[in-house]
T-cell receptor, first 113, second 115 residues
C-alpha cells in the first residue's frame, strides 16, 4: 500500500538553482494538491489539479510551476529557488467528488541557502 | 471569506488529563466539510475525522470525541485521559463547494502530553 509517495524526501539547494518534486499516487484519485508547511502558518495550498492535464493556482503559487501529464503523477517545480522557499512540502490526493479525505505524502524538506 | 481559526497555539497537559482543542470556522457555503488531522513528531499527516455540515451529531471514537456546533461555527476536539502518544500538532480544516476539494487549514495546535 504505497498511497502517496514523494521524492526526494530531503534536498538542499543554492539560491537560483532549480529542482522538481515528484508526487505519485496509486489510488486512482482525480484530485491532487501541493501544500507547503511553515512554522506557525499551518499548511498553505500552492497549486492543485482536478484531473490529468489540468492545473490551477492555490493560495501561494508564486515561484512554483506544476504539471499533471499523467493521472498518477503531480510535479512541483522551482525554476529559481529562493531562501523564502525553504519549507516542508506535502503532496496530497483525494477522491473525484472533492469532499473526500485528503491522503498525504510523508513530506519533502527543502532548504534553500 | 473561508477561514479556520485555532486560537490555541500550544497546550501542555499531564498524562491522564482531558484536553479540548478549539476550532472555529467561517464559510458562506451551506455545504461544507470539516476535518481534523494529526501531525505527530515524525511529520506525516494522519486523518482523524470528517464531518459534513448537515450532520451535527457528536462523534466518539475511543478516547477521542468531536463536538460540532453550527450555531457557534465550532468543531472542537476532546481527548479524554490523554497519553504521551497524543503529543502532536493537530490541525482543523475546512472544505466547501467552491474549493475543488482543497482543504483550508487552521494554523494548528501543538499538544504536549507530559508523563
Amino acid at each position: 500500500n504505497a498511497g502517496v509517495t514523494q521524492t526526494p524526501k530531503f534536498r538542499v539547494l543554492k539560491t537560483g538553482q532549480s529542482m522538481t518534486l515528484l508526487c505519485a499516487q496509486d489510488m486512482n484519485h482525480e484530485y491532487m494538491y501541493w501544500y507547503r508547511q511553515d512554522p506557525g502558518m499551518g499548511l498553505r495550498l500552492i497549486h492543485y489539479s482536478v484531473g490529468e492535464g489540468t492545473t490551477a493556482k492555490g493560495e501561494v503559487p508564486d515561484g512554483y510551476n506544476v504539471s499533471r501529464l499523467k493521472k498518477q503523477n503531480f510535479l512541483l517545480g522551482l525554476e529559481s529557488a529562493a531562501p523564502s522557499q525553504t519549507s516542508v512540502y506535502f503532496c496530497a490526493s483525494s477522491y473525484r467528488q472533492g469532499f473526500g479525505e485528503l491522503f498525504f505524502g510523508e513530506g519533502s524538506r527543502l532548504t534553500v541557502l | 471569506a473561508q477561514k479556520v481559526t485555532q486560537a490555541q497555539t500550544e497546550i501542555s497537559v499531564v498524562e491522564k488529563e482531558d484536553v479540548t482543542l478549539d476550532c472555529v470556522y467561517e464559510t458562506r457555503d451551506t455545504t461544507y466539510y470539516l476535518f481534523w488531522y494529526k501531525q505527530p513528531p515524525s511529520g506525516e499527516l494522519v486523518f482523524l475525522i470528517r464531518r459534513n455540515s448537515f450532520d451535527e451529531q457528536n462523534e466518539i471514537s475511543g478516547r477521542y470525541s468531536w463536538n460540532f456546533q453550527k450555531s457557534t461555527s465550532s468543531f472542537n476536539f476532546t481527548i479524554t485521559a490523554s497519553q504521551v502518544v497524543d503529543s502532536a500538532v493537530y490541525f482543523c480544516a475546512l472544505t466547501y463547494g467552491g474549493s475543488q476539494g482543497n482543504l483550508i487549514f487552521g494554523k494548528g495546535t501543538k499538544l504536549s502530553v507530559k508523563p
